[in-house]
């Protein structure tokens, strides 16, 4: 079966702590993995692809296929990180399985 | 990232009576555009893909006579929700994909159409 996991819904930490949202997927293909981002009062947007190995905001995700995970992480949370997201598997022609989310809060 | 709009941001309907919401791509012209739901704390649900001139393809579960889906120009995309039920309240979102899309491309999305079926 296609599944996302995100195990946490609500990551509480500090300004300037590390932070590693959870993401682990299902799926017997070649996975394609995304994180998009939901601000307060904002739309959906995309994060980051795994194909892409780039560096958003400070944020960076490594697909690890022996664990069948996309954790995204931050070396440094900011309190503008705050914010809903979401790991999401393309499970072909664009079609994409969400996770539940996690909510980030980051308190100065 | 490209601009998508959806109309009307929140409707409220009696139920047994049927809502149209619109999806607006504005930047380019999109083939194809996607429909997912979502219900309070749960995650996005994909219900159907919407393909310019041509009939939409429904996921497992989602009724196609309930949920009817018009895509008939390269910009719009209207989902119908036919004879609404409560159960049917939740928030609709649609996402579009730029011309010549890979897997890889990502889709611009909505801001959400909350449906409350009274």
């Known amino acids: 079966a296609q599944r996302v996991t995100q195990p946490e819904k609500l990551l509480s930490v500090f300004k300037g702590a590390p932070v590693e949202l959870k993401c682990n997927y299902s799926y017997s293909g070649s996975p394609e993995l995304f994180w998009y981002v939901q601000y307060s009062r904002q739309r959906l947007q995309l994060l980051l692809r795994?194909?892409s190995r780039e560096s958003i905001k400070g944020f960076t995700a490594d697909l690890n296929k022996g664990e069948t995970s996309f954790h995204l992480k931050k070396p440094f949370a900011q309190e503008e990180d705050s914010a809903m997201y979401y790991c999401?598997?393309?499970?072909?022609?664009?079609?994409?399985?969400f996770g539940t989310g996690t909510r980030l809060l980051v308190s100065p | 990232g490209a601009v998508v709009s959806q109309h009307p941001s929140w409707v409220i309907c009696k139920s047994g009576t049927s809502v149209k919401i619109e999806c607006r791509s504005l930047d380019f012209q999109a083939t194809t555009m996607f429909w997912y739901r979502q219900f309070p704390k749960q995650s996005l649900m994909l219900m159907a893909t919407?393909?310019?001139?041509?009939?939409?393809?429904?996921e497992q579960g989602v009724e196609k006579d309930k949920f009817l889906i018009n895509h008939a120009s390269l910009t719009l995309s209207t989902l119908t929700v036919t004879s609404a039920h409560p159960e049917d309240s939740s928030f609709y979102i649609c996402s579009v994909t730029p011309p010549l899309a890979s897997s890889y491309n990502e889709q611009f999305f909505g801001p959400g159409t909350r449906l409350t079926v009274l």
């Open positions: 999401a598997l393309d499970t072909g022609f664009q079609k994409l399985v």
């Open positions: 795994h194909i």
């Open positions: 919407s393909n310019e001139g041509s009939k939409a393809t429904y």
